[in-house]
């Protein structure tokens, strides 16, 4: 069997903001599934795909957030790169509400952030610096 794997460079920057991306993807998804069944009775049908969201967003912000470029990362983002970012987490009006993936995300990081130990704080400053920059 003839095997080829491409070696594929994903550290530091690229992969913080993968991570970054991802989660901000799923806080997106989360939202609009919790905005369209917050009024219907499957609501509660869908709890474990919700808590399957959750896990995974947790997944990728922890990746993100204990990755010791993180910090550097946040002070030399472009503007370019910050505006992806920017347009997934950026509110939404549907026919119903008002969608708002970034405040799933911001409550998902801090709770990620606390459990970080030692090293909690600068994250943290870190984050909210990125978040600001984003302009939501």
Known sequence: M??????????????????????????R????????????????????ERAAYDASMRAYLDMALRDSEFKETTKKINLSELFELHEI??????????????????????????????GKKSVKEAFFDLCKNMGL
């Open 2 to 27: 003839d095997l080829k794997i491409n070696a594929l460079n994903f550290q530091g920057k690229k992969e913080v903001l993968y991570g970054l991306q991802k989660a901000a993807k799923i806080a």
């Open 89 to 118: 987490l950026k509110p939404e009006q549907t026919e119903h509400a008002l969608v708002q993936p970034m405040n799933k995300f911001k409550s998902v990081a801090d709770d990620v952030i606390n459990s970080l130990g030692s």
């Open 29 to 48: 998804t989360l939202e609009y599934s919790n905005n369209a069944y917050s009024m219907s009775r499957m609501g509660m049908t869908k709890y474990e």
